[in-house]
């Protein structure tokens, strides 16, 4: 499974866990206005500045107020936040997981570290120390090595690859392959109609048909 794939299953399972904790909402409320129609008088208006429910074992599940609406596991483990910002997701440990805002989806691992980001501009990729090391958007594709420089990007023109210091060396495009030294002189073309060399001053040799 790809990073795009679990990118998707994950926000998948954020937008089921919020239709879930909304009816979880729209029920504990019900359930207020239901339990006021039985007293004496009939109340128009139920308030509360906090409603918790708790399981059979007196472990609290759900909690709303004004704060948001928070669900928890069987053992008491906040596992889910809705609030004005977006939605939280916890895992068994309460680590945050993932988070949906309205600028995009955020995927951290189980140390609390952020490993992914989704949004309209498209998807990056961190490593466990936080350095980007892929980045995919409408321009195309870029790989970075674990310094953070990067490597490669290939897009609709073609592939770039770069060196270590981050200078390319070589292309790969539609009209043939170009490669350059250290220096960024270019060296040398591969196209359709031969091979041209450049030596080290920029003098161009006779093509190689």
Sequence with gaps: MNIEQRFTRMEKQVRQLRLVV??????????????????????????????????????????ISADGITYSDEKGTRRALIHADGIDYFDEN????????????????????E?????????????????????????????????????????SEGID?????????????????GYSDGNGQIRAELMAEGIIYWDEKGEESPPVK
């Design 22 to 63: 909304v009816g979880l909402a729209v029920a504990l409320l019900g359930a207020g206005l239901l339990g006021a129609a039985f007293q004496e008088e009939i109340a128009d208006v139920v308030k509360a500045r906090q409603i918790t429910v708790v399981d059979a074992e007196g472990t609290v599940r759900a909690n």
């Design 94 to 113: 309460g680590a945050e997981r993932a988070a949906l805002f309205t600028a995009g989806l955020f995927v951290s691992d189980e140390n609390g570290q």
């Design 115 to 155: 490993r992914g980001f989704v949004s309209a501009g498209g998807i990056i990729y961190f490593d466990e120390k936080g350095t980007k090391r892929a980045g995919v958007n409408a321009e195309g594709i870029e790989y970075f090595d674990a310094a953070g420089t990067r490597r490669a990007q290939m897009n």
């Design 161 to 177: 690859y770069f060196d270590e210091k981050g200078q390319e060396r070589a292309a790969l495009y539609s009209a043939g392959i």
